[in-house]
Nanobody, 117 residues
Framework: QVQLVESGGGLVQAGGSLRLSCAAS????????MGWYRQAPGKQRELVAT???????NYADSVKGRFTITRDNDKNTVYLQMNSLKPEDTAIYYC???????????WGQGTQVTVSS
């Protein structure tokens, strides 16, 4: 089992920045990829960014150039630095981990990000 705990969400004005953190615990040795997803009201959950254990990253087109995902394997933590935030970035942000010993990914409880115009 893997447990994920997100932090760092909040309310920010458009153009501002936030940094989300996601700390993993439990069977962290089994984690390969980690990532961030988000879900806005009335919309489906969508990928924001992912990062492999080796550091290869992937971003949604909507956040490229504004968001940066990083990972500290020693601390079992993944970060999402969000700059130049827009009102359309408002959503609940979820941390995700892919384990090589589980058929299903693990999810955190989510953290709310609200960007005011």
């Amino acid at each position: 089992q893997v447990q994920l705990v997100e932090s760092g969400g909040g309310l920010v004005q458009a153009g501002g920045s936030l940094r989300l953190s996601c700390a993993a615990s439990g069977s962290v040795f089994s984690i390969n990829g980690m990532g961030w997803y988000r879900q806005a009201p009335g919309k489906q959950r969508e990928l924001v960014a992912t990062i492999s254990r080796g550091g290869t990253t992937n971003y949604a087109d909507s956040v490229k150039g504004r968001f940066t995902i990083t990972r500290d394997n020693d601390k079992n933590t993944v970060y999402l630095q969000m700059n130049s935030l827009k009102p359309e970035d408002t959503a609940i942000y979820y941390c995700n981990a892919i384990s090589r010993v589980s058929v299903s990914p693990y999810w955190g409880q989510g953290t709310q990000v609200t960007v005011s115009s």
